[in-house]
């Protein structure tokens, strides 16, 4: 008899271990499905969407064009950029207009022209190119902050919905009126003093990181010969003003803030003169830290999500990130995406802040964790398209490596761009 | 029998931005040349644009409009005076003026040279008048005059306001110009996804295991990893046409796209419908393109107004 028993109960669990083994395989098996055999092909991007809080004539525009002419190829990175079709044709047309020294500079987006780029950040995987992540950088008009909408239009309302849903903010301040502003001027030290007003006011509830852009920084030259030192004064200026100050206190002590001067055309291509700014016949198009500002934005996300976590919450975090370890890469890299609207991860995003973290974020920082705790996946112990996925997972961490690289090379260079509760000593 | 077009302007200033300064004066009455905003963009090397959209009160507009870049002599309106020297706003950008004129309940097909002649007159009266007080300028209703330019009668309404066809709740959609995209041609083919899947579901389910792959060897190197399978064969799988994005489920919805309003034509095979819905926007080529026409009209097969 208790022979009898000791076989069922070996045979029952053997019915049982071969049924979670044939669940698991057909599992697997549809990953690596996928669409025609490519089972990452079907796998969600994270993405991140970026709005610039800046007024007319600020330089957004320029900044997305030189932004994505520096970005475009991978140069010294890991990584590159790549616009649809038709929104790459629109960025090539504004590049040349800005680029050509006998032309004028371009002309101001008109409110029908409010739309998002959206760029897919791409990444060598063995002998291809694939996306990995998403960026989206929303592109309007400057007065949709400081003017009314005309009746039946809804470009105020879709710029509000989308500052509320961004993933990260990038105040502009235009370097032109700094300038005005040090040096006395009191309509550029209005200006300046609008722009802020317009930008704190969404910033100061805002639960994502926050970066200013300082455009026009070439304007700025005569400041003072060392940058850091001029980055000082400005931040100098800044902090003296109204908003400003208290924006920095309220945000500053529980998120990533960064002040980053950029030009977009260069130190030796534009003049100021007699108010108007006007191109160098002879100028040389030489843009600088226009790729930081894209650059800062996951990053920050991360990093966010680092200091709004609590003892229990990164506990929960890094247990989840275990218990993926023991998925295949494939299986985990498709249920990472879909783990935010799972009752664990709901769970963890309340424990973490809530909204603070979307899913794309929460999938990177996932990510990083697993980095952190697997001790190096044996590699050679997956099949092909789980190779392919686990491939696929190092390459992302890779470009948010880079990522991260190039905001810390310029915090080397210039200490100064890192804002926080210590400027208010 | 003559049809009337009314004159409308969008410009900035040295100072204000983009806003409506020219337009009807029953759209402004009925609180609807917000449509005018989000509609006339810059023509992009074109001579002139034409569109179709809705008000806020449902009823259909033509627009026909041009870009012209502020010169002195417009500003001080007088041509011997002021010169031909292209006028900046305070940022040291070029003021330009986007104008042109709107036909009530009528589609305009190519819009003549006089029609938009006139309106530009309209306008730069208008826009000198704003150049001396931005800030306290306040809108003007338009005169209407008796237009030339081939015209193609209209439903007189859509029932849907272009300015509310890019929804609030999407910030990051595209042009009104694609929303005939999103409203019929992305549920049907989710639709068709849906039931792809399903199909797809049960099949796997009902097939049973798949064979793994053969296994590769094992390595019992520490270097970098065998080359992964190619991914090249199927990297396109998901991506949407010329645009390169690629369009993931769970990502970001319908691709961004700069919209029809940059392309030469509405697209030819729009659903019945669409077009009551959605602007149709074109650009000129001068005295070569064809009159603007959108998939309902072809279908309803109006004949143009005499």
């Known amino acids: 008899m208790p022979g009898i028993v000791a076989t069922a109960v070996v045979v029952a669990n053997l019915v049982v271990l071969l049924i979670v083994m044939r669940i698991r395989r057909r599992r697997r098996a549809r990953f690596r499905a996928g669409e025609n055999g490519d089972g990452l092909a079907s796998a969600p991007l994270p993405t991140f969407r970026v709005v610039a809080l800046g007024l007319q004539g600020s330089g957004k525009t320029l900044l997305l064009t030189s932004m994505y002419r520096r970005l475009q190829t991978p140069g010294d990175r890991g990584f590159h950029v790549r616009a649809p079709y038709e929104q790459l044709i629109e960025l090539n047309r504004w590049y040349q207009e800005v680029a050509d020294t006998t032309g004028d500079w371009p002309q101001g987006t008109s409110r029908g022209e409010m739309r998002e780029f959206e760029f897919d950040v791409l990444t060598t995987l063995g002998d291809t190119t694939r996306p990995v992540l998403k960026l989206g950088y929303l592109e309007y008009p400057g007065e949709l902050l400081t003017d009314q909408d005309a009746p039946g239009s809804t470009a105020q309302a879709r710029l509000l919905t989308a500052l509320t849903d961004a993933d990260a903010l990038i105040g502009i301040i235009d370097g032109l009126r700094l300038r005005q502003a040090c040096h006395g001027e009191v309509r550029g030290r209005l200006i300046l003093q609008a722009a802020l007003d317009a930008m704190i006011h969404s910033m100061l509830s805002a639960r994502c990181p926050i970066a200013f852009v300082i455009t026009k920084w070439d304007l700025l030259d005569d400041l003072h010969p060392d940058e850091n030192t001029r980055l000082a004064m400005v931040r100098t200026v800044l902090m003296g003003m109204d908003g400003f100050r208290d924006l920095v206190r309220v945000q500053g002590a529980r998120r990533v803030m960064r002040l980053i001067p950029v030009t977009a055309v260069g130190h030796d291509f534009a003049v100021l003169d007699g108010g108007e700014v006007h191109k160098k016949p002879d100028g040389r198009f030489h843009p600088s830290n226009v790729d930081v500002p894209l650059s800062a934005v996951v990053p920050d996300i991360l990093r966010q999500i680092e200091l709004s976590l609590d003892r229990t919450a990164r506990e929960a975090i890094l247990a989840e990130a275990q218990r993926r370890l023991r998925m295949g890469p494939l299986e985990a890299l498709h249920t990472l995406s879909t783990f935010a609207a799972q009752k664990a991860g709901k769970v963890l995003l309340a424990a973490a802040g809530g909204a603070i973290i979307a899913d794309s974020a929460l999938t990177l920082f996932m990510d990083a964790q697993a980095t952190a705790t697997d001790g190096g996946r044996r590699f050679a112990e997956l099949d092909a398209a789980d190779r392919q996925a686990e491939e696929f997972i190092q390459a992302r961490r890779r470009v948010v490596q880079e990522f991260q690289h190039r905001v810390t090379l310029l915090e080397a260079a210039l200490p100064s761009s890192r804002l926080g509760t210590g400027d208010l000593t | ?306």
């Open chain 2, 1 to 306: 029998m003559t049809a009337s077009g009314w004159p409308f302007l969008i410009a900035r200033g040295r100072r204000r931005g983009y806003t409506v300064l020219l337009a009807p004066g029953w759209l402004i009455a009925a609180q609807g040349h917000g449509v005018l905003e989000e509609t006339v963009t810059p023509v992009a090397g074109q001579p002139w644009r034409v569109a179709v959209a809705g008000t806020t009160q449902g009823r259909r507009v033509g627009l026909a409009w041009a870009e012209h870049p502020v010169t002195g002599a417009d500003v001080t309106g007088t041509p011997d005076s002021g010169g031909g020297a292209p006028v900046r706003d305070e940022h040291s950008r070029p003021l330009r003026l986007l104008y042109g004129f709107l036909c009530a309940d009528a589609m305009i097909g190519d819009p003549s040279g006089d029609d938009l002649a006139r309106s530009r007159d309209a306008a730069l009266d208008t826009y000198r008048r704003f150049l001396t007080d931005e800030e306290h300028f306040t809108i003007e209703g338009s005169t209407p005059f008796d237009i030339t330019s081939s015209l193609t009668r209209q439903p007189g309404h859509s029932g849907r306001a272009v300015g509310s066809a890019t929804s609030a709740a999407s910030p990051f959609a595209s042009t009104p110009g694609s929303t005939w995209t999103s409203r019929w041609v992305l549920p049907a083919v989710g639709t068709l996804a849906v039931v792809l899947v399903g199909v797809g579901a049960i099949w796997i389910a009902s097939s049973g295991d798949t064979p793994d792959p053969p296994c590769t060897p094992a390595s019992t190197t520490a270097g970098p990893p065998a080359p992964a399978a190619p991914l090249g064969t199927t990297a396109t799988q998901g991506t949407a046409g010329p645009s390169g994005t690629t369009a993931l489920p769970g990502t970001t919805g319908p691709p961004a796209t700069t919209g029809p309003s940059r392309t030469s034509a509405p697209a030819p095979s729009a659903p019945p419908g669409t077009a009551a819905s959605a602007p149709a926007a074109t650009t000129g080529a001068a005295g070569a393109a064809p009159p603007i026409q959108t998939a309902q009209e072809n279908q309803a097969g109006l004949p143009p107004c005499p």
